[in-house]
């Protein structure tokens, strides 16, 4: 790791009244309860900030957790985002209840980085402070935090605290950080104050990417947009936040009333919550119950805690030790994204049910105890970062995705999640689509390779039924081909730039299709232009043409005249008037001659013109108009500017 750019935070966990607040106190030299009520009691309530300097100059952040159960809440909150832990027993006392609680949480966070701190080793004696230490060492058996070092202090005598800050650092230059500290910025609020002529103030550890002062970011679930004013990590003013950083940051366009701990302030872009998650959760096996369908439990990200229902997925009932695929069905939406770890407490936040990995950030509802269930959920859990894609990319309803959609289950940096989007697409497993102006659209090859030559064998059928229809309708086919409409538009669009399909109007046909007739077609077809332009501009409507040509079925007459419509050949002047191009042509330069020698024309002047009556009159002139041919001025028109 980059010295010069680490950011970690190092955090505290332990038993009420082992000494956690007073060793970082003596470590950094910052009294972590400020609350009066903490001072008196001796007790710490909320969470407790300080940092650490390194000998390069950087400075880790440090949170103390309180280590009373009844603020287990809080510990959570703190725990969320450590990178190391000071995990503090008392040399006298050893493990308790708490101590246990604490690594449950720890184990389940996944937080493998840290030190056993034997704390108030000048009250045990030798052989205490062995036990205490071997004890408290096999109980970290098997859990992530099996075979940290550890060492023994004494915050009041000051006994072994050098020792600790040189295992601090030797931590600190080993520890690896996470890939979601270089993915979407997410800070979760732990605090919310107002300060005189500064205004909102929040705080947090941020987790993923960077926020930069003036960006614009989101809190939810509210939903407000408000923009970084300024920025402050460990006390001191920053241009940008980044991740693995306590910082504070002042929001404007809010204010401290309309935000609360738990909220989570994140990119605009990036801004999309859920409530419902598929998860794999481990029960611990000290949690005293069996877990029946459709319980209700808190869960806890971040610094959040909401309800939920579990639904069970897989079994009728879970038992304390298993391991299990199950679906959360959240009372309140949150932003979560694949990999994150949760935390299930009891609806009575009595015991520590266990912990989870979200596999699926937006799952949807499943059939319970089906072998397609059960499919699904171990694929999902099991699944890379390409077989993510594809699950996404071939179950979604829509065709096509956002681009921005994946990074909920890629929670990895916008470069690296590129990458993996550009190696995909350049071995052909992904169709990847640009909208001007938006976000980008993804799709699956192979099902966009599907709907395109389902929507060639739709056409040709088409085709095949009707060949005197020019092609067939847009809508219609989009539902032919089952897909939704904005993936219709981009695969229409792709067949036209190959030149396999072409759109007039709203009709879409094959580029290769020429509308054929056949021989008796062909002799009513002849007939029909014969009758039109007899007709001049006084031309029958269809129904009469039937009865004109009743030697001719009338299905046939009405498919030959609509592809002659079609084929340019007829115009459609207004609804059930259609005249041949030949004469529209030809009144249309007899009516411009006429325009140019008198200026203006009245309808009855055209009526006398084009020998027709006002019924055939008033709609010539009015599609003469809407084709800028000319423009009506009151009563008469007069030639268009376009063409005068």
């Not at 069970?312 to 770890?341: C, S």
């Not at 699926?360 to 694929?379: C, D, G, M, V």
């Not at 008198?598 to 019924?615: A, C, H, M, W, Y």
């Amino acid at each position: 790791m980059d010295k010069a750019n680490r950011h970690l935070i190092i955090g505290t966990a332990g038993h009420v009244d082992h000494g956690k607040t007073a060793l970082v106190g003596t470590l950094t030299g910052i009294e972590t309860d400020r609350l009066k009520e903490e001072r008196e009691r001796g007790l710490s309530i909320e969470l407790g900030f300080a940092y650490f300097d390194l000998p390069d100059s950087s400075r880790a952040g440090i949170v103390d957790v309180p280590g009373h159960e009844k603020f287990i809440r809080n510990m959570l909150s703190g725990a969320y985002g450590m990178d190391i832990v000071l995990f503090v027993v008392d040399a006298k006392e050893g493990v308790q209840e708490q101590t246990l609680e604490h690594l449950a949480i720890l184990d389940l966070i996944g937080i493998s980085n840290g030190i056993l701190v034997m704390t108030k080793s000048d009250l045990a004696t030798p052989e205490e402070l062995t036990d205490a230490t071997e004890m408290t060492q096999e109980m970290l058996v098997g859990t992530s935090l099996e075979g940290i070092p550890s060492v023994s202090v004494s915050s009041i005598t000051g006994q072994g605290i050098d020792k600790l800050k040189q295992m601090i650092v030797e931590q600190v230059n080993q520890v690896s950080k996470k890939q979601d500290h270089n993915g979407i910025p997410r800070l979760y609020i732990d605090r919310v104050f107002t300060v005189q002529g500064f205004g909102v103030v929040v705080t947090g550890t941020l987790i993923g990417g960077v926020v930069n002062r003036d960006q614009r970011m989101v809190i939810l679930p509210q939903g407000n947009e408000v923009r970084v004013r300024g920025i402050q990590v460990h006390n001191e003013p920053a241009n940008v936040a980044q991740a693995g950083q306590r910082t504070a940051l002042n929001l404007s366009g809010t204010s401290a009333n309309e935000i609360q701990r738990g909220d989570v302030l994140c990119p605009v872009e990036f801004s999309r919550a859920t409530d419902n998650i598929d998860i794999s959760l481990q029960v611990l096996t000290s949690y005293p119950k069996m877990i029946e369908h459709w319980s209700r439990f808190r869960v806890y990200l971040g610094t959040r805690e909401i309800f939920c229902r579990m639904i069970l997925l897989v079994d009728e009932a879970i038992l304390p030790g298993d391991t299990v695929q199950v679906q959360l069905r959240l009372e309140q939406p949150i932003l979560t994204f694949r990999g994150d770890r949760i935390i299930l407490r009891d609806f009575s936040a009595q015991y520590t049910v266990g912990g989870g990995e979200v596999i699926n950030p937006f799952a949807p509802k499943h059939k319970r105890f089906t072998q397609e269930t059960i499919s699904i959920l171990a694929q999902w859990e099991e699944a890379n970062d390409e077989s993510v894609v594809t699950a996404i990319l071939e179950t979604s309803k829509s065709l096509c995705i956002e681009e921005s959609f994946l990074y909920y289950y890629l929670p990895y940096s916008q470069t690296e999640v590129r990458d993996i989007l550009e190696n995909l697409e350049s071995e052909g497993k992904i169709v990847r689509w640009d909208v001007s102006g938006k976000t980008p659209l993804v799709s699956d090859a192979k099902r966009t390779a599907n709907i395109e030559e389902k929507l060639i064998s739709v056409l040709e059928l088409f085709h095949q039924q009707q060949p005197l229809l020019t092609g067939q309708n847009a809508a219609q086919l989009c539902k032919d081909i089952s897909v939704d409409e904005i993936g219709f538009e981009k695969i229409i669009d792709k067949m036209i730039t190959l030149d396999r399909v072409i759109k007039d109007g709203n009709l879409i046909r094959l580029a290769s299709h020429q509308i054929q007739f056949t021989e008796e077609e062909s002799i009513a077809k002849e007939t029909l232009e014969k009758l039109l332009i007899d007709a001049g501009i006084n031309t029958p409507a269809l129904n009469e043409l039937k009865i004109q040509l009743s030697e001719y079925n009338p299905d046939l007459v009405e498919s030959t005249f609509y592809a002659l419509l079609n084929l340019g050949y007829f115009i459609k002047i207004a609804d059930n008037y259609f005249i041949h191009r030949k004469v529209f042509d030809e009144t249309v330069e007899t009516l411009k001659e006429y325009l140019v020698n008198n200026d203006t024309i009245s309808v009855g002047e055209f009526r006398e013109l084009g020998q027709t009556s006002r019924k055939y009159a008033v709609p010539f002139l009015e599609y003469c108009d809407t084709q800028n041919i000319t423009v009506r001025d009151g009563n008469v028109r007069r030639l268009s500017t376009r063409l005068s």
